[in-house]
């Protein structure tokens, strides 16, 4: 099936980009009813507009009351249409309001492989401590920041002589594969969550 999604960002908007592109592809069954931004000069916010897609940016005023800020987000993925609420690289914490409107269905990007280095910093913080393995996560949000149902993790081993420039190249081309992957298996309905919040993925079907 196709499913409808909201896309939530802040900045450049690579994820984005991944996305659109499965999608024009025809290798993702997604439909992207709305793409939100925290700010009015990311540059994301182009590449939604070169792909013809509905944007809302909010002012500084609104988000200045995070509680507001998500209840006018939440009625607009509402009022689109929207099933999903796909984060890619969105830089606020959502809230109850967003949460409640669509329950294990507002998901998740990490840079690392989580719980290892929750945070805004999680590349930085992976290079620094100077782990070999590191990754990327994709976890349905809940109102515990990054600490939500694991979907999917992908690792990556981390090569000597790389600079945190190098790691944070090779963490990204993971998350623009991961991310759309994983939106897939939701629209092949692959994807649920027991009582207990634990992730289930059936196997892919032949």
Excluded at 124 to 149: C, E, L, M, W
Excluded at 185 to 193: E, G, K, T
């Amino acid at each position: 099936m196709t499913i409808r999604i909201g896309v939530l960002i802040s900045g450049n908007g690579t994820n984005l980009q991944a996305i659109i592109d499965r999608i024009t592809a025809g290798t993702l069954d997604a439909q992207i009813a709305l793409v939100v931004s925290s700010r009015s000069s990311a540059y994301g916010l182009k590449r939604a507009e070169a792909a013809g897609l509905q944007t809302l940016t909010l002012s500084e005023e609104i988000y200045a009351d995070p509680l507001v800020a998500d209840e006018v987000i939440a009625k607009e993925l509402v009022q689109h249409g929207v099933e999903y609420v796909v984060m890619a690289g969105y830089m606020r914490k959502v809230h109850e309001i967003i949460l409640g409107a669509y329950p294990s269905h507002v998901i998740n990007l990490h840079p690392a492989l989580l719980p290892s280095f929750p945070g805004a910093h999680a590349i930085q913080d992976a290079y620094d401590r100077g782990v070999k393995i590191t990754g990327v996560t994709v976890h349905f949000a809940n109102s515990d920041y990054d600490a939500g149902p694991i979907i999917a993790q992908r690792a990556l081993a981390v090569e000597e002589g790389w600079s945190v420039e190098d790691l944070e190249k090779h963490v990204h081309e993971i998350e623009h594969q991961l991310y759309p992957d994983v939106l897939q298996m939701i629209a092949d309905d692959r994807v649920s969550v027991d009582a207990d919040r634990h992730v289930h993925v059936a196997p892919k079907k032949n």
